[in-house]
């Protein structure tokens, strides 16, 4: 009996290690208001991609992306409000120089010049949603808060 509770005990112990090293070695979202900040006015598309490690989508690639959204939650998460923005005042809109970085969370939208530099950028957090059939996984996730 004392053998079979060390071995279960030794497994417990391998099992908790595993699943602390995993949660603490997962890649961390890049799309946090901390990266925004790193975002200058003038920087050039590489040097975003390079902050937000991958590139932006397009304005066709964030529609597929919602309705992809649709299909699995039921809706698109939107905006909580809160919102950051800079410069305040928008600057002429051309939805083809416009890229967006999105996370479960947060979503980072910059504006670019026909020459690739930055001339607005802006920052929202995303309402968290739950999918249509959540899994164990996804509550326990949500549970988690990740």
Same mark, same amino acid.
């Given at each position: ?6 071995? !279960?005990?030794? %497994?417990?112990? %391998? ?9 603490? !070695?997962?890649? *961390?979202? &890049?799309?946090?208001? +901390? ?10 598309? #590489? ?5 937000? $490690?991958?590139? $932006? ?6 529609? +597929? ?8 939650? $039921? #809706? %698109?998460? &939107? ?5 950051? =923005? +800079? ?13 967006? =970085? #999105?996370?479960?969370? *947060?979503?980072? +939208?910059?504006?670019?010049? =026909?020459? $690739?530099? %930055?001339? *607005? #950028? ?16 996804? &509550?326990? *996730?949500?549970?988690?808060? !990740?």
């Amino acid at each position: 009996m004392k053998r079979k509770l060390k071995w !279960l005990a030794i %497994v417990l112990a %391998v099992s908790l290690l595993g699943f602390g090293t995993a949660f603490l !070695l997962s890649p *961390r979202d &890049r799309i946090t208001a +901390e990266s925004w900040k790193q975002i200058q006015i003038g920087m050039s598309e #590489k040097e975003v991609e390079g902050v937000l $490690g991958e590139p $932006g989508l397009n304005w066709v690639q964030v529609h +597929e992306a919602e309705l992809e959204y649709s299909e699995t939650f $039921g #809706k %698109v998460p &939107r905006g909580t409000g809160i919102f950051f =923005w +800079e410069p305040e005042n928008p600057v002429d809109f051309h939805p083809e120089a416009m890229k967006t =970085w #999105k996370s479960k969370h *947060r979503c980072i +939208e910059i504006q670019f010049d =026909w020459q $690739g530099h %930055v001339i *607005r #950028k802006g920052y929202y957090e995303l309402q968290r949603l739950q999918p249509l059939n959540p899994t164990f996984l996804d &509550r326990f *996730r949500d549970w988690l808060g !990740l």
